[in-house]
C-alpha cells in the first residue's frame, strides 16, 4: 500500500480524504520537520504533503542515498522551502495549491493597510491597558487610505486582488512593478524598477513569490525611495525583505510605518520590531480561514489523486 506522510494537523475533511488514498501517517505537531524527520519523510515514504518551514534543501536531498519518496504535494501557494531542483534531480516531482489562496491573502494585506494607517493595534493597545482618556480631535490621527496611491511589488494573482480591493473600494491610485507584462482589467501605472514605484506611492505592498530571485527584493534602497509618512506591508514572504534594513528605516523615520505577516526568520521576530507602535504584526494569518486551508488541502489531496492515477497532475511547480 502506498505510504504518505502528512506533515502538519489538516482539517478533518482533508484527512478523511487523503486516507483513502494510502496507507497515512499523520504527524501531530504542528512544528516543522526536523532534518531526521525530513530523511525519514524521503526514505520511508511514496508521497510526503508538506508545508512552509518543511526545509526540503540541496542539502537534505543529497543526504539521502535512496529516495523512495517520488511525490512532495506541498501544502500552499510558496514552495521556496523547496528546493525544485534538487528534487528534480532525484526524480521527486512537487505540486503547490495556487489559486486557493488568493483573496484570503489579499484581505490580510488590507487588514494589515488599515491597521497600520489607522493606528488600530495602538490603539487598542492603550484600550486594553485602561489609558484610554477619551475622545478628542487630535487623538491618534493616522493616514486617510481612500484616494491615495499604492505601489504593488508583484502583480500575479495576490497582487492583482489586493490592487482590486485598493481602487475599487478605496479609489486609490495603483502602481505596480512586476517582472513580466501585465494585462490588467483595471487602471494601473507599471513602472521600471521597485524603487522607482516605491517612491510614488503612500502604500507599498509585496507580493512576490519566495526564492533565491526574490530574496531581498525590498531592501535599503527600495525604503530610502518611499515618502517619509508611507507604509509598508509584507503578505509574501519574509525573505523577500531585508529585515535588518527595515528595522533601520523604521528607526530612523524614513518610513511611516509597517505592516507584517511573514518575517526572514519566522517564527523568530525581531525585538525591535515588537518594540514599534507603528508596526502591525500578524502570526501568519494569511491563509487562516478553515474554508481556505480546507480547499488548499483537498487541492493538494487532488494533486496525489492524479498522480496514484497516473494522470497529469493539476499544480506541478
Known sequence: MTQILVTRPLPESVMERVRTLGDVTERAQTTSLSQSEMHSALSDYDIVLPTLGDLFSQSVFDSVSDIRCKLLANFGVGYNHIDVKAA?????AVTNTPGAVTDATADIAMTLML??????GEGERLVRAGQWEGWHPTQML?????????????????????????????????VYASRSPKALDFPAEACASVPEAASKADVVVVAVPGGAET?????????AHMP?????????????????????????KEIGGAGLDVYEFEPKVPEALMGMENVTLFPHLGT??????????????????AYLNSEPLPNPV
Open 142 to 174: 493616522g493616514l486617510h487610505l481612500s484616494g491615495k496611491t499604492v505601489a504593488i511589488i508583484g502583480m500575479g494573482r495576490i497582487g492583482q486582488a489586493i490592487a482590486k480591493r485598493c481602487h475599487f473600494g478605496f479609489g486609490m491610485q495603483v
Open 288 to 305: 487562516a480561514s478553515l474554508e481556505v486551508r480546507t480547499e488548499m488541502g483537498h487541492m493538494a489531496v487532488t494533486n496525489i489523486a
Open 228 to 252: 517619509a509618512h508611507a507604509i509598508f506591508v509584507n503578505i509574501a514572504r519574509g525573505d523577500v525583505v531585508d529585515e535588518a534594513a527595515l528595522i533601520e528605516a523604521l528607526q530612523r
Open 115 to 120: 491597521m497600520t494607517a489607522r493606528r488600530a
Open 215 to 223: 530574496k531581498h527584493i525590498i531592501n535599503a534602497d527600495v525604503f
Open 88 to 92: 528534480s534531480d532525484r526524480g521527486v
